[in-house]
């Protein structure tokens, strides 16, 4: 029996974790990434069957294909791929929708649907990568109306098969929550770690606490340089609101207002409380 191949194309992290699933589920996986060392690591470990040396020189032969590397990178290896792939599905796993999704609007890719994996780590490459990283992990698409309602259901069954709980959604939505819950945490947790600005006596104490909420903060920063201008506009706006946010708490403050800041403390632990409950 032939198994059915997918082309992962950048093996860090997610496209790693990704080769190792599908890998798993009985699939056969080529790989393209700059870093060779990743997919002759994955060769070795029998993960990947194949280096692909050229995006250039991609057959149409993959069922599936994931477009796993920093998302302003993203279109000009859409372009490529969808020049020479034409049968298979071709997705992505960027933090970010809306750039891509219109451009394969714009220029008729009617292969392409959006993906986004609400999983990974603050580690970054392949060694850290490993099967298991989707099991229970939410998992976006947001196809748009000239997608095939076959491949729609194709990329479901595919990702369900891996443990994700997929969610079919709007593209210019996912970025507001996304921009919500993980764009500008990412933004604040930076901000937090840089108001140390390496300095000894404030990095020799800072304990569990400080540690925990920063710890996204340990993540590549390309990718999230690349992030913040490919989701500009509504980060913009949500910075907006932080700092408003920040500056009414702030009068609270200079004022002794103590059922506001009661308030403002309160609000955020019935909040985060009913997160925690929700997710067990």
Request: hydrophobic share 35%; proline share 2%.
């Amino acid at each position: 029996m032939v198994r059915e191949r997918i082309l992962i194309a950048g093996l860090g992290l997610i496209g790693g974790s990704l080769a190792k699933a599908f890998n798993k589920c009985g699939y056969e996986i080529h790989a393209y990434d700059i870093n060779k060392s990743a997919v002759e690591k994955a060769i070795c470990e029998g993960i990947v069957k194949e280096n692909i040396e050229n995006l250039d020189e991609t057959e149409d032969e993959y069922a599936f294909t994931f477009i796993c590397v920093p998302v302003l990178e993203s279109i000009p290896i859409l372009s490529k791929l969808s020049s020479k792939i034409k049968n298979g599905i071709i997705t992505d796993v960027g933090s970010t929708k809306t750039q891509i999704c219109k451009y394969s609007i714009e220029h008729k890719i009617t292969n392409f649907i959006g993906g986004h994996p609400m999983a990974g780590t603050e580690k970054i490459g392949y060694e850290y990568s490993f099967d298991t990283l989707f099991n229970g992990a939410y998992y976006f698409i947001t196809p748009t109306g000239i997608n095939r309602k076959e491949d729609i259901e194709k990329l479901k069954n595919l990702l369900q098969s891996i443990g994700c709980k997929v969610e079919e959604i709007d593209f210019e939505l996912h970025d507001k929550i996304t921009g919500v819950i993980s764009h500008l945490p990412h933004v604040v947790s930076a901000g937090l770690v840089n108001m140390l600005n390496s300095s000894e006596i404030y990095c020799k104490f800072a304990g569990g606490g400080f540690k925990d909420i920063t710890r996204i903060s340990s993540s590549s920063p390309k990718m999230w340089a690349d992030i913040s201008i490919s989701n500009k506009n509504t980060l913009l706006e949500l910075i907006e609101a932080y700092i408003e946010l920040l500056k009414n708490f702030k009068l609270s403050l200079q004022n002794q207002n103590y059922n506001e800041i009661y308030s403002y403390f309160e609000k955020a632990k019935l909040i985060r409380d009913k997160i925690v409950s929700d997710g067990k």
